[in-house]
Structures are given as structure tokens and as C-alpha cells.
């Protein structure tokens, strides 16, 4: 072979493995959005690409409150990213369209290697739907009670032990119930309405009195039942009949000290210790220790053209690296061992109450949510009888999932 033509066989194969080089990169490039806080993922992305050059990760964060909308519309274009994160009240919705891909065989094909038991249990169960495995559980936003100790502490009453029940509740707040004035100056109340008409008590109430918003077929609705209406008597009593509740127009109690109990997420916890005034501390809720709320999940797209990419950047969500370094930022680690290791007492009391997570993921959630709220309300703005209201409220639960069926 000539000197010429072994340059020009030499210049071909460059070319040739340099395309291959091209088409590789290009096949390992995923899109990646999630939303909030973009300085920690930006770290957390920049993390990832140093421990894997070999996947791209186009990265971008987007405003929570319209992601949601904004995803539908890029899923139907077929333009959605490849892994992005979701809210847990919209997951269901998401799910039963069939658009997110089952990560299943990939967990249990990688289970040991990435230490999958140490996921706490019901974290997993937050990101599945209908017994698949359609996202990763990332970042939680289970709601616990919240109470004022330098209150308890006034009254000479014990901090709630972890098996409390709602009497024990009840009795706290009765005895820290202290109307004030005329101008309420001086007063102290238990709780506020707004508190118990939320769907994260009612439905810890409903569930520690063994009730189910479903029935156990998944056909329709148990709300109304002996085990419901003995949770909405409960709550009907706790806004009417004891009396430790402030006057209407009241409000913002628990942030000037003023209010025994109040419960949430990990950002009432972060709000209420930046501007601290009084000692508090967390616990779960009465009977049962269910604590409502879910865990926002990490999805890929059904149809994303890099499977195995979209995974190795899941995974890395759910490393104890990774979540140790989010937890800098606040937020709530999955894995039983970082949370033990945790420094900060506040945020490890929370994060141990993801084992006790509870959420009724279904397509209609949002739907359901307004019009069991609206019938809440009505009970605790006393408004309506507890049988009444909850027939009423079968009927328009039925009425609605009938017209889901005729659509």
C-alpha cells in the first residue's frame, strides 16, 4: 500500500470513529427538569456529570406552580424531557395516562448494587401506581403535628408520646385553651379551622379510625361508613362542641406563639425556626401515627430513547451521597441510613415520619380533593349535620366518578 493511500485509509477510519464518537454522545444526552431551589440542583447535576462524562445532562429548572400544566402540554407534543419530577397530587393523573416509564425491572435488576432496601419502605410505595414502579421517590412532603412546648410547659402537661391518641389530643387542648380579652390579646387556642378542614387531618383522622376514602376494590367510595362517621364526628366535636378553636378573622396563632397545635410539611418546620420565638417539637398524629402527605417522585417518559441513561441519573437522586447533600438544603432524605445520621434533631424527628406515610394516589385526586373538602368545611364551619354531610358527599363523589365512566 502506497504512503498516500495508507494516509487517505487512515483519514477515513478518523472520520469514521469519530462519527461513532458523535452518534454515542448524542445517544447518551438526556433532558432533565425539576423544579425549586436551582442552586442545589445545579451543584447536584454537576455532581452527576463528574461522575458520569459519559451522559449528558441538558438541565433546566422550572416554576412548580405551572410545571404541571406545562408537562401535559409537552407530553402530548412529544416533547417532554426525559426525566423530570412531578407532584404527588398530579402522579396518579400522569400514571394512568400511561406516559411514564416503568422502572421496575431496572430497581430490581440494580436492587443490591444501589442498596435498595435501605429506601425506606413507604417512600417507594409513594412513586407506584397499580403495582408498577413509575418513578423514584425524591422528595418528600409528608405533614406532622407540630406543637408548642413553652405552652405545654405553662400547663404543666407531658409531651405527647409517639402511641398518643386523639383523647390525649383533645385533652391538651382543652387545657391550653385560654380565651383572652375582648381584643384576644392574651388569648391561646389549641388549633384553627383552617388546620382541621385540611385534607391532611381529616384524612389522618379518617385513617386512624380505620377508615379509607376507597373502598378496598377501588371501585368507590368509603367515606361514608361507621368508621367515617366516627372520624367526622370527631372533627365536627373538636370545631364546635370543646371550644379550642380561635375566633374567625384570627389568624397566624402558631407563628406568634399563641397556638398549641399546628401541623404540616418540612416547610412549616423551616418557617417556623427561622423566625423562632418559642421551643417546639415534632411528633406524629394521633392513633396510628398515619402522617398524610406524599413524596414527589423523579419520572422518566415511556418512551425516552435513553433508558439506561435516564436510570444512572435517577439512581444518583437516590445515593446517600446525593441525599446527603441535599439534606444541607433542607430537604428530607429516603434512605433509613442517611436519616439516622442526620445532625439536625428537627429534620431527623421528620424525616423519621416517612415510614409512617400515607397517601391515596389515584388519578382524580385533585377533583376528589375539592369536593370532600367542600363538605369538610361545612361540618366544621357547622353548617350541617356529620350524617348529612357525608351522605351529601357520597352523592357527589358517585355523581363525579359516574361521569368519569360515561366520558
Known amino acids: 500500500m502506497t504512503l498516500r493511500k495508507l494516509l487517505y485509509v487512515t483519514l477515513i477510519g478518523m472520520l469514521v470513529l469519530s462519527g461513532l464518537a458523535v452518534c ?86 440494580d436492587y443490591n448494587a444501589m442498596r435498595a432496601s435501605d429506601i425506606i419502605p413507604a417512600a417507594w410505595e409513594a412513586a407506584r401506581y397499580k403495582g408498577r414502579q413509575l418513578g423514584i421517590p425524591f422528595l418528600p412532603g409528608h405533614t406532622m403535628i407540630f406543637y408548642n412546648n413553652d405552652i405545654l410547659a405553662d400547663a404543666a402537661i407531658a409531651e405527647p408520646k409517639p402511641n398518643w391518641t386523639w383523647d390525649e389530643f383533645v385533652e391538651i387542648a382543652r387545657r391550653t385553651t385560654q380565651p383572652g380579652t375582648a381584643d384576644e390579646v392574651n388569648s391561646r387556642y389549641a388549633i384553627d379551622h383552617a388546620r382541621i378542614a385540611s385534607w391532611n387531618f381529616w384524612s389522618a383522622v379518617l385513617f386512624s379510625h380505620g377508615g379509607s376514602v376507597w373502598n378496598q376494590e377501588g371501585t368507590g367510595f368509603a367515606i361514608n361508613s361507621e368508621a367515617g362517621l366516627q372520624a367526622f364526628q370527631f372533627i365536627d366535636e373538636l370545631a364546635n362542641r370543646f371550644q379550642v378553636l380561635p375566633p374567625r378573622g384570627l389568624s397566624d396563632l402558631w407563628s406568634a406563639g399563641r397556638q398549641t397545635f399546628t401541623h404540616g410539611s418540612s416547610s412549616v418546620l423551616n418557617n417556623t425556626r427561622k423566625d423562632q420565638r418559642f421551643d417546639f417539637a415534632v411528633t406524629n398524629y394521633p392513633a396510628g401515627q398515619f402522617n398524610t402527605g406524599g413524596i414527589l417522585p423523579v419520572c422518566a417518559k415511556i418512551d425516552t430513547k435513553q433508558p439506561e441513561a435516564a436510570w444512572t441519573f435517577m439512581k444518583y437522586l437516590l445515593s446517600p451521597e446525593c441525599m446527603e447533600y441535599r439534606a444541607g438544603y433542607g430537604q428530607l432524605p429516603v434512605r433509613a441510613s442517611v436519616v439516622r445520621r442526620l445532625p439536625d434533631p428537627y429534620i431527623r424527628e421528620f424525616a423519621s415520619g416517612i415510614s409512617s406515610a400515607i397517601v391515596w394516589t389515584n388519578k382524580y385526586y385533585n377533583q376528589l380533593n375539592r369536593i370532600v373538602n367542600t363538605h369538610v368545611n361545612s361540618i366544621v364551619n357547622g353548617q350541617e349535620p356529620v350524617g348529612n354531610a357525608l351522605t351529601n358527599l357520597e352523592i357527589a363523589l358517585n355523581a363525579f366518578l359516574q361521569s368519569q365512566i360515561t366520558k
Open 24 to 109: 454515542t454522545a448524542a445517544e447518551q444526552t438526556i433532558e432533565v427538569v425539576l423544579t425549586g431551589q436551582p442552586e442545589l440542583y445545579e451543584s447536584v447535576v454537576d455532581q452527576f456529570r463528574a461522575a458520569h462524562p459519559d451522559i449528558k445532562v441538558d438541565y433546566r429548572t422550572e416554576a412548580f406552580g405551572t410545571w404541571q400544566e406545562k408537562l401535559s402540554i409537552l407530553l402530548a407534543s412529544n416533547l417532554a424531557p426525559d426525566v423530570f419530577i412531578l407532584s404527588w397530587a398530579y402522579f396518579g393523573e400522569f400514571a394512568d395516562l400511561g406516559v411514564l416509564l416503568d422502572i421496575g425491572p431496572l430497581v430490581e435488576r
